[in-house]
């Protein structure tokens, strides 16, 4: 048997061409991996993804050979606005451009709402039309986050009268759920998309596209099972959560997978020195080189923790910087990368001077000191107050660098903790997401570390897992059959 499936995937970034975040990541993977996806229980597959993002500035600027497609009209309720259509030349699935004059002369995110909000809509409604340009029919429309939410409402309007997209069926994944849009029921007015509806979301908030999006969409995923169960509660729910658990039914969570082969320190050719499972003697070298280029004591037992991310609340880098500054009597270094919000960097700097013979501080995003920090850590720290996938953590237990985390969203679903597996562990866990709590978890880690048998097995055990995308690519699919199958029974009743 064979099956064909055309998906249509619009993201607003896409690595190598345009990152931010994590979202980057997987608009730059996802696509690639369903691709290569060939066959199951003896039924060959042929799916034909299809990319579609913004053409913002940022990736004019980096010069990515593009070709023209077309240009074309979009009717609005406030006149028409002009559409130009390109294409990425030799990008391994297609990816389509998206132009327009609410694209241009913009960041990729900005602290405008409004502005953000205006462009974003233009590109997500411009999205369905491209699949009409192209006369290409998508099986599924696969949006995500917040600024493609709006495709998914003008998808659900569409199709109860125009053919072209009478089978699409929706999938709205969400990688950030409190990253919600603006609230401008104007901009929705432009392009006729109706508020949501339903009375399990609060009246202020049915304008938002991400309200919008939870809606209309026929299936929500998330990128992992406890940030989907997560999302249901006031917690992490971001005032959602009655929708959400009221349609629980609706969500489903996949872990992200990550590129193994450029995740891989036998290969890796940024680092001082390669090393794999039989050699990991050699990985010290790494750490000594890091220690030498951030003028610390060159030390080969003197633990080294390694902190990477964006600095935002999130993060909860604050969390480890003060459990830090209460560690003072045991002895250890940290290097810590990221750049984000003003005061999470200065309360960094300031560590780094309280304790200037042991900590460093980096302020800006730099993917080679990254790898280099993965490769020459002993620890990792992810003190995020949630986190709905997360991928440092997976690449720094494939580096040997043992993960420090909070128990929450995708953290708990790749880290297995000392305490629940005594033989199986990959890391340290905390629940709470305090700086006890946290700290606690850097003692345990730090004692386990004086047994250097028991810790160079849990450097193995985290090196030896598989986080391919494969596994997971077969998920999505698995979910968009579901929906196709939906789709069926629908007719059969009509009929
Ligand atoms: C967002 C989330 C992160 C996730 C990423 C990709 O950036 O914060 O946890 O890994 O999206 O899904």
């Known amino acids: 048997m064979k099956k064909k499936l055309n998906i249509l995937f619009v993201i607003s970034e896409a690595d190598p061409y345009i990152k931010v975040g994590g979202l980057g990541d997987i608009g730059g993977t996802l696509p690639i991996a369903l691709k290569s996806l060939k066959t199951r229980n003896n039924t060959d597959y042929e799916i034909d993804v299809r990319v579609i993002l913004p053409y913002h500035d940022q990736i004019k600027d980096k010069h990515v050979p593009t070709e023209w497609i077309t240009n074309f009209r979009l009717m609005t309720n406030r006149g028409f606005k002009d559409v ?5 030349v030799n990008s391994e699935v297609p990816i389509y451009l998206i132009d327009g ?24 409604i411009a999205s369905l039309e491209v699949c009409k340009q192209l006369n290409w029919q998508p099986d599924i429309l696969h949006s995500h986050d917040w600024h493609t ?40 007015e432009t392009y006729g998309i109706r508020p949501a509806f339903d009375s399990h979301i609060f009246s202020e908030m049915r304008t938002l596209p991400m309200a919008v999006a939870l809606e209309a969409s026929d299936a ?25 658990l009221a349609n629980k039914q609706k969500i489903t969570g996949i872990v992200n997978g990550i590129m193994m082969d450029q995740w891989n320190p036998a290969t890796d050719t940024i680092i001082a020195q390669t090393y794999d499972e039989n050699s990991l003697d050699d990985r010290i070298k790494n750490k000594l080189s890091m220690q030498e280029e951030f003028n610390l004591a060159v030390d080969p037992r003197m633990p080294l923790f390694a902190m990477v991310g964006r600095m935002s609340q999130q993060k909860g880098i604050d969390l480890c910087l003060d ?22 960097e200065n309360n960094a700097r300031s560590l780094a001077n309280e304790l200037s013979d042991r900590v460093r501080v980096e302020i800006r995003y730099d ?20 986190e709905p996938c997360g991928i440092a953590q997976m690449i720094s237990m ?34 709470k997401a305090n700086t006890w709590e946290a700290e606690n978890a850097m003692r345990r880690a730090l004692n386990e570390y004086q047994d250097q048998e028991a810790w160079r097995n849990l450097q193995l055990r985290a090196m030896n897992q598989d986080f391919s995308w494969e596994k997971q690519a077969w998920e999505y ?19």
């Open 149 to 188: 939410a709006l495709s998914v409402k003008s998808l659900r309007q569409r199709r109860a009268r125009d053919t072209f997209f009478k089978k699409t069926r929706s999938l709205y994944t969400v990688h950030n759920l409190p990253y919600s849009g603006g609230n401008y029921p104007e901009i929705l």
């Open 398 to 431: 494939l580096y040997g660098c043992i993960p420090i985390a909070r128990a929450t969203g995708g953290l708990k679903d790749t880290i297995i903790d000392a305490s629940k597996k005594p033989k199986a562990y990959t890391g340290f866990l905390f629940d």
């Open 101 to 124: 004059n609410l694209i241009r002369n913009t960041k990729i995110y900005t602290d405008n709402p409004y502005r953000d909000l205006e462009k974003f809509a233009f590109f997500s």
């Open 323 to 344: 459990a830090l500054r209460r560690m003072g009597e045991l002895p250890w270094q940290a290097i810590i990368l990221g750049t984000g919000e003003r005061e999470i």
């Open 220 to 244: 929500i995923s998330t990128v992992s099972r406890t940030y989907a169960e997560e999302i249901t509660t006031p917690e992490f729910g971001n005032l959602y959560e009655n929708y959400l």
């Open 84 to 88: 130009y259509l390109s294409r990425i």
């Open 477 to 495: 699919v698995k979910l968009y059959e579901k929906l196709l199958a939906q789709n069926k029974i629908k007719q059969v009743r009509i009929k």
């Open 367 to 386: 993917g080679v000191l990254a790898r280099k920090l993965y490769a020459a850590g002993d620890m990792f720290l992810m003190p995020s107050r949630y």
